[in-house]
């Protein structure tokens, strides 16, 4: 299995995630987009996830929530600006636990021959945003949930790939 | 008159504008909001400005363009990511002359006694993608119409102040 890349220099309000998949980028998309499928691995493990909208058009919202096993919920809610599509998806991102603190999603889907570079570029508000998320373990959850959809994918993918 | 300031540190994607106003808050977070008002200040001397859309709400979208005297426009549109107040507007901001590039502004008014201390927080994608607005004038630019915000708010302010 492939791994996940992070970059967070110092100084600065950005986080840049990447990620190689044995899986086609409409597949990846879809995994993106398709709410029945996004619950099945952006929430990293142990955490369960629900959807309440997600209207997925220029200028659509979408919210959901993490769950822990105390039933304790951690919400998130956004816009996606310009069309989603294969080629890239734009949204904004706020965790509700902290609100008013804003980030911008960059993610796009880039073929390479038989494989697809995920990346997730991510710019926050502020430097002491990005930190609270590092200091969050940013890395740690994200990286599962991008272990989870390698696995999703493989359970997708066209058995010859 | 107070003048801008710009903070732009290198190799981060970021600006930070401020200016302090002889203005109370509600009165600048109108000449931001109000489509009336935002023609008579945001476009930079010489350019005139039309608005399409102003949905000033969650999730509401925004369209405008700056014209120059030969009949050239320059349009821009975003979303308003929450409910726009005097505490802040958070917002998508895209030029269409260079599509796909997205920055994220937060404009915050913070009232310092008789004066009003306005922050423009704007992050970009990339470092590139700021580099470039810095290279097209943008502190001119913004220096030139906050110079004409603070025309309109003397003449919009109480006699008193």
Excluded: C, K
């Excluded at 058009?57 to 998130?76: I, K, V």
């Amino acid at each position: 299995m492939t791994s996940t890349h992070f970059i967070a220099e110092p100084h600065t309000p950005q986080v840049v995630i990447t990620r190689e998949f044995n899986a086609p980028r409409d597949l990846l998309f879809r995994a993106h987009t398709d709410p029945d499928l996004l619950v099945q691995w952006l929430a990293p493990r142990p955490l369960t996830m629900t959807v309440d909208r997600f209207d997925l058009w220029d200028g659509g919202s979408w919210r959901y929530q993490h769950w822990d096993a105390d039933g304790r919920d951690y919400s998130f809610h956004g816009l996606f600006h310009g069309e989603p599509s294969p080629d890239g998806i734009v949204q904004t991102f706020e965790f509700e636990g902290r609100p008013g603190h804003v980030s911008l999603w960059t993610t796009t889907f880039a073929e390479q021959g038989d494989t697809t570079l995920l990346t997730h570029n991510v710019v926050y508000q502020t430097v002491e945003d990005r930190d609270l998320d590092l200091e969050s373990r940013m890395e740690e959850s994200v990286g599962d949930s991008m272990d989870r959809l390698a696995g999703l994918a493989a359970r997708l993918a066209p058995v010859s790939r």
